[in-house]
T-cell receptor, first 109, second 112 residues
Framework: SQQGEEDPQALSIQEGENATMNCSYK?????LQWYRQNSGRGLVHLIL?????REKHSGRLRVTLDTSKKSSSLLITASRAADTASYFC?????????FGKGTRLHILP | EADIYQTPRYLVIGTGKKITLECSQT?????MYWYQQDPGMELHLIHY???????EKGDLSSESTVSRIRTEHFPLTLESARPSHTSQYLC???????????FGSGTRLTVV
């Protein structure tokens, strides 16, 4: 079964708005990672947050982690057309990274 | 810039053919992985390796095989391709603990 589950499955917002995606997981983790995948391409590592961290920033990205709720969120501020992609959360289990099903984000012009 | 390379980028091949998907990385990573992904769907781990001469099957059963004779090279082979093998195959590598994956651009395989 999947370790991570993203929510929502798909999201369409206007350019300039903020996009928030959530991820829930089942077992204890060492870290949680977010990846972006443009259509038909490989995944790009965006950000990693360790289990002892609560929030992390990278440019327009903000990630939060709540280990008591086993959940994480990815916020993209001031969205751009180039942010259109699928976003996956991933957790480390037995030295293997397990991916969720992803959120498909579409930025409308 | 990606330091992990997959070839070919696209492959259309007939049923029954033997194929090898290439994956090479220049980062000296010990850990390498193959994922299978249908369009718009989740990634499934099919093979992984922790170093030379180490290969393991992943969570999703696959008829493909892999080898790891050199650190930088992790090819995936299908002895007899079938239409059910049509998918995208993504190769990735990872450095030490606490680091994310670096992915290749993928090979989109179509078996007709």
């Amino acid at each position: 079964s999947q370790q991570g589950e993203e929510d929502p499955q798909a999201l369409s917002i206007q350019e300039g708005e903020n996009a928030t995606m959530n991820c829930s997981y089942k077992t204890s983790i060492n870290n949680l990672q977010w990846y972006r995948q443009n259509s038909g391409r490989g995944l790009v590592h965006l950000i990693l947050i360790r289990s002892n961290e609560r929030e992390k920033h990278s440019g327009r990205l903000r990630v939060t982690l709540d280990t008591s709720k086993k959940s994480s969120s990815l916020l993209i501020t001031a969205s751009r057309a180039a942010d259109t992609a699928s976003y996956f959360c991933a957790t480390l289990r037995d030295d293997k990274i397990i991916f969720g099903k992803g959120t498909r984000l579409h930025i409308l012009p | 810039e990606a330091d992990i390379y997959q070839t070919p980028r696209y492959l259309v091949i007939g049923t029954g053919k033997k194929i090898t998907l290439e994956c090479s990385q220049t980062m000296g990573h010990d850990k390498m992985y193959w994922y299978q992904q249908d369009p718009g769907m989740e990634l499934h781990l099919i093979h992984y390796s922790y170093g030379v001469n180490s290969t393991e099957k992943g969570d999703l059963s696959s008829e493909s095989t892999v080898s790891r004779i050199r650190t930088e090279h992790f090819p995936l082979t299908l002895e007899s391709a079938r239409p059910s093998h049509t998918s995208q195959y993504l190769c990735a590598s990872r450095g030490g603990s606490g680091l994310g994956y670096t992915f290749g651009s993928g090979t989109r395989l179509t078996v007709v």
